[in-house]
C-alpha cells in the first residue's frame, strides 16, 4: 500500500539563514481550539443571551403560527391578545410596513413575510404578538383567532406534480422549477443489464443545538452607537436611552434617518444584511447585521427567512428594541428541512462488471415555498456520474412545492442526493450481475488524475485519486476477513446478520472569492477580520494558525472577527465548505501583504531596499538578510502607522473532496433492528491544516450521515400536519448509538489555493449515509431484498425481509 | 416552551399536600421530578392552576424490606431503585427496568410514583410493577387504600387515582430468587420503549402493546400448562390492541411482543 499523500506547496516564506531556521510549520498539527474556553464556560454570547445596551426595554416577540397546512382566510381578530397583559402589539401582514415581497431563485412563487389571506404549511406565521414579557406573548399568542377556511393539504410529491391541488392558483403549477432532459431512447444501448429503482432521499431536520433568534433596533444614524464603532463605545445607561424603554410608540412615523441593527444566528451577516436592504428597499448603509456565537447551523441558517424580516419590520412599526427566540418545537416545524429528494436511478452496464450508463430523475419536494430547495437539485445533477467512468450520464432535476415546511440547505445540499443515488445504483447493478460491490466500484472508478478531469456534466474535478481512497479503506476494514464472517453467520444462519456497505463520493466545495483583512496592533496581538463565519467548527484557530505561521505571532494572540457587517462589509459566509479554502487562502494572503508592508516600512526606516529585508517568524518581525541584530518587531511598525492589509482571493475553480467509507452493520434479522459496529472513512479535503479541527468535521459529519440512514426522517400525516415536532418523536441518535470512526488519512493537495486545502465540512456527511444504506441492504441480501429506502427503521428492515418470505 | 400560568406550593407534608389538593380538586396537580408534567405543561398540553410539588418529601422517598415485602415510597428516584440493594437482591425485575429509563438526568429526576401516576402505556415501570403483582398503596382525604397494579391502569395516562388522592407506596412480594428478565426495545439508545417484556417466573407483562400496561394471559395460561416459551411467545399478543404510529404500525408492534417474550422467557430461565 502506498504512503498517505502529504504534500505541502512550497511556500515563499524567507528564513534567516542566521538565526536558526524553523524546521517545522505550525500548519498541521493539533493546535487546541482557542475559541472552547469561551464556549465551554458559558462566556459565549448567543442572540438569545445578549445583553446589549441597544436591545434595553426591548418586546418579545412570540409567532402565531397557522396549524393548518393548506387554508385560506379573511380576517385574523386580534382583538382579545392586543388587549391582554403587556401585549404592545399584535401585527398582521398589513401592518408591518414593508414593500411587496419579491420572487426569489425565479420561481413565479413568492412567499409573503406574514400570510396573506393563505396559509400553505402547519407552522407558517400569520402574526406577531410583541409584549412586555416573552410568557405575555405567548399567553396572548392563544388569543388570536383567524377564520381559516381549509383547503386541501398537498403532501405527496406525485400528487403535487399532477397539480389537482395548487398551492399558487394563480401560476397554475406546483412546479417551481426544471430542468427537464429529453430522455434518449438509445441511450441504454449495449447495455447487457440494465437496473432501475425509486429511492426516497429522506427529507430531515437540521436541529441545531440552537434555534432561530433574532434582536432588531431602529436607531438614529449618527446616534453614537450605532456606526463603526458601536462595538467600542458604551452608550448611556438604560434610563437615558432615548431608544429604548420608551421609545416612540406603535406606528411612529418611519424616520428615514433610522439605521437597523439586526442580531441573529447566521452563517453570513453580509448575505444576510443584503436580503434585509431587499425587503426593506433602503440604502445599504441603513442596515447593521452581527451574527453573534452560533450554535450549529448545517446549512439551514442562511440568509433573513421570512421571521427575521418581520422582527426587523417589528422593531420599525413599534419604535422599540424587538427580541426573538423560537422553541424548539418552531424549529423543528418550521426551520427549513433538507434532502426531501424523489429520485429514479436507472444504471445499465455489462455483466463482467463495466458500467456504461447512469439516467438520475430527481423530483425535489421544495416544501410550500421556494428557498435554497431549488438550488440543491443542481448540486445533485452536476455530481451524478460521481467517482465513476460512465460513457453517458443523463440528468433531469425539477422542484415541487407540497403544503409542507420549506425545504433548504443542509450539509452537502445536493451532493449527499447524488451519491446516495449513485452508490445505492451501483450496489443493485453489481447484485444484478451477481458480483462483488468492491470490485465493481473498483472496476469503474476514474483513475487517478494530477491536472483537471472534466466530468460528463461538466464539473471539473481539480485532483483526486480514488483507487488509492477506496483500497486503503477496504485494507484498513480488512474486507476479506468481514466477507469470510458473513458467509460463517450466513452458513450458521444466525440470529444476528452482518452487512458491509461501501461508498466511494467525490463532492464539490468551495469555488469563488472570500476576503479577509489581517492587522496586527502595537501590543503584538493581531487581528484577522473575515467574511466567513464560524458557527462551531474553529475558524478562530485555524485562521490563526495561518497568520502565525506567515508572522510568527503567537496563536494565543491573534483574535478573529467575523459576522459584523460594520466592521467586515463584505464576505460570502460559511457554507458548502468554503471557509478554509478560501476564507483561510485570504488570510493567508493578508498576513503575507502584511508581511511586505512591514518590509517596506522597515525598509524606509532603514533606508534599506525591502528585496534584503526578511520575515523574522521566530521573533515576528522584519531584519535585514544576515544581520539579524537589525531588526524590528511588527508591533513596533504598528506603533508607528497602522499596519493591516487586506487580501481579495479568488480562486481558480472549485475543488473536489473524494473519500471512501466502509461500514459495518449488525441486523437482527427477527426485529429488523440494526447496530452500526464500525465506521471506516477517508475523507480526502486536501491539505489538512489542523487534524484536530478536522478529525472534528469527519465526527460531526459522520454521525449526521449515520443519522439520516438509521433514524431521522421529518414526517406530515395526510392532512400535513408534522409528526415530528419534538425531540420525543424526532429520532436524533448520540454518542450511545454511534461506533468509534476509524478515521484514515489521506491528503491530496488542490493545485487552486496556496494551502493545498478543500472543505472537509460536508465530506463525510456525504460518504456515510450511503455506506451504512448500503451495510443493511447488504446483510440481509441473501434473503432477496434489493432495496430500502431510508431511514432503516426496525420496522422497515423487517418488513422487507418479510415481503420476501 | 412556556407554561400557562399557574400557582405554586410547596408541600411540607403528604398531609398538607393532601390539604390542598383537596381545597383545589382537579385545577392541582401534583408535582414530583417534574420529567412528564413539566414537558406537557411547556407545550400548554397540561395547564393546571396550582402545582403541589411533592418533590422534595422525604417521607415519600424511600425503600425498604418490610418481611417478604420490598416498599418503594411513591417519591423514590429511578436512580434510588438502581443503586438499592434491597431492590437489586428482592426484587431484580424492578432494577433492570429503572436502569433503562430514559437517561442518567431522567432517572436522577423522575420518581416511581409519577411514572405510575403518569402510566404512559410503554413507560418501564408500570409494566414491572405489573409483572411483580404490585400492589398500590394511595393516600386521599378518606384515608389509605390499596389497589391491585392490575386494576390500578384503567387507560391511556388513567388510573385508579383521583384528583385528590396521593400515591405513598408501592408493595411487591421480595422474590429475589426467581427469575426475571426485562426485554425492551426502542431504535435509538436514548428513547422509549416500542415495546418492552418483564418476565417474573411466569408471570408476563407487556408495554408499549394497548392503552394500560398489559399481563400477556394467554402466554401465561400455555406456559402454566406446561407449555414450551415458542409456544407462550406465539400467543404473547393474543387480545392487545396496540397503535399505529409514526414509529411503527401495530402489526410490527405484536411482532416484537412475540419476538421480545421469547427472549425475555429464555433469557429469564438460562440465568
Ligand atoms: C427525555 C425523557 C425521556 C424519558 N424516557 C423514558 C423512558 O425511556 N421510559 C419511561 O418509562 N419513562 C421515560 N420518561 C418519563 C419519566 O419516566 C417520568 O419521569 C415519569 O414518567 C414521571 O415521573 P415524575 O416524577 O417526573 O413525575 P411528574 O412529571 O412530576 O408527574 C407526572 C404525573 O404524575 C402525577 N404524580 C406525580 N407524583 C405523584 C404521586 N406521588 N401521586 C399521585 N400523582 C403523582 C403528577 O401530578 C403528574 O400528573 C422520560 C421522560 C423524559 C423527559
Redesign the pocket.
Known amino acids: 500500500m502506498n504512503e498517505p499523500i502529504r504534500r505541502r506547496p512550497a511556500r515563499p516564506v524567507t528564513v534567516d539563514p542566521v538565526t536558526t531556521p524553523r524546521s517545522t510549520s505550525i500548519l498541521g498539527t493539533r493546535v487546541s481550539r482557542i475559541e472552547d474556553p469561551r464556549l465551554v464556560t458559558g462566556a459565549s454570547v448567543f442572540t438569545a443571551d445578549l445583553a446589549d445596551r441597544r436591545l434595553a426595554g426591548a418586546a418579545h416577540a412570540v409567532f402565531v403560527r397557522t396549524p393548518m397546512a393548506h387554508a385560506t382566510f379573511t380576517t385574523i381578530d386580534t382583538s382579545v391578545a392586543a388587549a391582554s397583559p403587556g401585549v404592545l402589539a399584535v401585527l398582521t401582514a398589513p401592518d408591518l410596513g414593508l414593500p411587496p415581497a419579491k420572487p426569489h431563485f425565479g420561481a413565479a412563487m413568492v412567499e409573503p413575510y406574514l400570510a396573506e389571506g393563505v396559509v400553505r404549511y402547519v407552522g407558517q406565521a400569520v402574526a406577531v404578538v410583541l409584549a412586555e414579557t416573552e410568557a405575555q406573548a405567548v399567553d396572548a399568542a392563544e388569543l388570536v383567532t383567524v377564520d381559516y377556511r381549509p383547503l386541501p393539504a398537498v403532501v405527496d410529491v406525485s400528487e403535487a406534480l399532477q397539480g389537482k391541488a395548487l398551492l399558487f392558483p394563480d401560476v397554475g403549477t406546483n412546479i417551481a422549477s426544471a430542468q427537464d432532459t429529453a430522455a434518449d431512447p438509445a441511450f441504454f444501448d449495449g447495455c447487457e443489464v440494465v437496473v432501475t429503482q425509486q429511492i426516497v432521499n429522506n427529507r430531515v431536520a437540521p436541529a441545531p443545538l440552537e434555534g432561530r433568534a433574532a434582536a432588531a433596533v431602529w436607531l438614529p444614524r449618527n446616534s453614537g452607537y450605532d456606526g463603526e464603532d458601536a462595538a467600542v463605545r458604551t452608550p448611556p445607561s438604560r434610563s437615558e436611552n432615548p431608544f429604548g424603554a420608551g421609545g416612540s410608540g406603535p406606528h411612529a412615523a418611519i424616520d428615514d434617518d433610522l439605521r437597523l441593527t439586526l442580531w441573529l444566528p447566521n452563517q453570513g451577516a453580509q448575505t444576510v444584511k443584503k436580503d434585509v436592504v431587499d425587503a426593506f428597499g433602503i440604502d445599504a448603509d441603513r442596515v447593521h447585521v452581527i451574527t453573534p456565537d452560533v450554535g450549529g447551523a448545517f446549512g439551514a441558517k442562511f440568509g433573513a427567512e421570512p421571521d427575521h424580516i418581520v422582527i426587523a419590520a417589528a422593531a420599525r412599526v413599534l419604535g422599540r428594541p424587538v427580541r426573538w427566540s423560537e422553541t424548539r418545537s418552531e424549529n423543528l416545524a418550521v426551520m427549513p428541512h433538507g434532502r426531501a429528494q424523489y429520485q429514479t436511478v436507472t444504471i445499465g452496464g455489462m455483466r463482467d462488471g463495466r458500467m456504461i450508463a447512469y439516467r438520475l430523475d430527481v423530483t425535489q419536494d421544495a416544501g410550500a415555498y421556494p428557498r435554497l430547495a431549488l438550488e440543491t437539485p443542481h448540486g445533485t445533477a452536476l455530481m451524478a456520474p460521481g467517482v465513476y467512468a460512465f460513457d453517458r450520464c443523463e440528468v433531469s432535476t425539477r422542484c415541487v412545492l407540497t403544503t409542507t415546511t420549506p425545504v433548504g440547505a443542509f450539509r452537502g445540499a445536493g451532493r449527499p442526493e447524488a451519491t446516495a443515488a449513485l452508490e445505492r445504483a451501483v450496489d443493485l447493478f453489481a447484485a444484478e450481475i451477481g458480483r462483488d460491490q468492491a470490485a465493481v466500484r473498483r472496476r469503474n472508478l476514474l483513475p487517478r488524475f494530477t491536472s483537471p478531469f472534466t466530468s460528463l456534466t461538466g464539473a471539473v474535478y481539480d485532483s483526486g485519486d480514488y483507487p488509492e481512497a477506496l483500497d486503503r479503506v477496504l485494507a484498513a476494514a480488512d474486507y476479506p476477513a468481514l466477507r469470510a464472517e458473513q458467509a460463517s453467520r450466513r452458513r450458521r444462519r444466525e440470529d444476528v446478520q452482518l452487512g458491509i456497505g461501501l461508498s466511494t463520493y467525490v463532492e464539490i466545495t468551495g469555488g469563488g472569492k472570500e476576503n479577509a483583512t489581517v492587522q496586527v496592533h502595537s501590543d503584538g496581538s493581531a487581528t484577522v477580520f473575515t467574511g466567513v463565519s464560524p458557527h462551531g467548527q474553529g475558524h478562530a484557530t485555524a485562521f490563526a494558525m495561518i497568520v502565525a505561521d506567515r508572522l510568527g505571532i503567537p496563536v494565543q494572540k491573534i483574535n478573529l472577527v467575523w459576522g459584523d457587517t460594520d466592521l467586515v462589509p463584505r464576505g460570502g459566509g460559511t457554507g458548502g465548505s468554503r471557509s478554509l479554502q478560501l476564507g483561510g487562502a485570504a488570510a493567508d494572503g493578508a498576513a503575507l501583504a502584511v508581511a511586505e508592508l512591514a518590509k517596506r516600512r522597515a525598509g524606509e526606516l532603514w533606508e534599506v531596499d525591502p528585496a534584503d529585508l526578511v520575515i523574522d517568524n521566530e521573533r515576528a518581525g522584519v531584519s535585514v538578510a544576515g544581520i539579524p541584530d537589525r531588526f524590528v518587531t511588527f508591533a513596533e511598525l504598528a506603533a508607528e502607522e497602522e499596519l493591516s492589509a487586506q487580501h481579495l482571493f479568488a480562486a481558480d475553480g472549485a475543488t473536489f473532496p473524494f473519500g471512501a467509507h466502509v461500514a459495518v452493520v449488525d441486523v437482527d434479522i427477527a426485529t429488523g433492528k440494526v447496530r452500526l459496529v464500525r465506521l471506516v472513512s477517508i475523507d480526502d479535503a486536501g491539505t489538512v491544516i489542523n487534524p484536530m479541527l478536522a478529525e472534528g468535521q469527519r465526527h460531526g459529519g459522520l454521525a449526521q450521515g449515520v443519522a439520516q440512514a438509521l433514524y431521522e426522517e421529518a414526517t406530515f400525516d395526510e392532512d400535513g400536519n408534522p409528526l415530528t415536532a419534538t ?2 418523536d424526532y429520532g436524533i441518535p448520540t454518542a450511545a448509538d454511534l461506533p468509534t470512526f476509524e478515521l484514515l488519512d489521506m491528503e491530496t493537495p488542490t493545485p487552486y489555493n496556496v494551502l493545498g486545502a478543500k472543505g472537509i465540512g460536508e465530506a463525510a456527511t456525504i460518504g456515510s449515509t450511503p455506506a451504512v444504506q448500503n451495510a443493511v441492504i447488504d446483510a440481509v441480501s441473501y434473503l432477496g431484498v434489493r432495496h430500502i429506502d431510508m431511514p432503516l427503521t426496525p420496522q422497515r428492515v423487517w418488513r422487507a425481509i418479510r415481503e420476501t418470505e | 416552551m412556556i407554561p400557562a400560568p399557574f400557582d405554586y406550593v410547596r408541600a411540607t407534608s403528604v398531609a398538607h399536600a393532601l390539604d390542598v389538593l383537596g381545597e383545589h380538586g382537579d385545577h392541582a ?12 405543561m411547556k407545550l400548554r398540553l ?1 395547564t ?1 392552576e396550582i402545582l403541589v410539588d ?2 422534595d418529601l422525604g417521607e ?1 422517598r424511600f425503600v425498604r424490606r418490610d418481611g417478604e415485602t420490598v416498599v418503594i415510597g ?2 423514590a ?2 436512580a434510588d431503585l438502581v443503586a438499592s440493594d434491597v431492590i437489586r437482591q428482592s426484587v431484580p425485575l424492578i432494577a433492570r427496568a429503572a436502569r ?4 442518567a ?2 432517572r436522577y ?10 402510566a ?1 402505556p ?5 409494566a414491572a410493577i405489573l409483572a411483580m403483582d404490585g400492589t398500590i398503596v ?1 393516600s386521599g382525604p378518606r384515608g389509605i387504600r390499596t389497589v391491585a397494579a392490575a386494576d390500578f391502569f384503567v387507560d391511556y395516562y388513567t388510573t385508579a ?1 383521583a384528583c385528590d ?4 407506596e408501592i408493595r411487591v412480594p421480595a422474590t429475589g430468587a426467581e427469575k426475571c428478565w426485562y426485554e425492551r426495545f ?1 431504535e435509538r439508545s ?4 416500542l415495546v418492552a417484556v418483564a418476565v417474573a417466573g411466569t408471570r408476563i407483562a407487556l ?1 408499549g402493546m394497548g392503552p394500560t400496561p398489559l399481563r400477556a394471559t394467554a402466554a401465561e395460561d400455555v406456559l402454566a400448562a406446561g407449555g414450551d416459551f415458542a409456544g407462550a411467545a406465539e400467543l404473547a399478543a393474543a387480545g392487545t390492541t396496540p397503535v399505529s404510529d409514526h414509529r411503527a404500525d401495530a402489526d410490527y408492534r405484536r411482532h416484537l411482543a412475540r419476538v421480545l417474550t421469547h427472549r425475555a422467557l429464555q433469557r429469564a430461565h438460562s440465568r
Not at chain 2, 421530578?33 to 406537557?40: A, D, E, F, K, R
Open positions: 425531540f420525543a | 396537580k401534583l408535582l414530583a421530578g417534574g420529567q412528564s408534567l413539566l414537558p406537557m397540561a393546571p411533592i418533590g415519600l411513591g417519591g428516584r429511578y433503562r429509563v430514559g437517561d438526568q431522567i429526576r423522575g420518581t416511581v410514583g409519577g411514572a405510575l401516576a403518569h404512559d410503554a413507560g418501564d415501570l408500570p394511595i387515582l388522592e396521593i400515591l405513598t426502542s436514548a428513547g422509549w420503549p408495554a
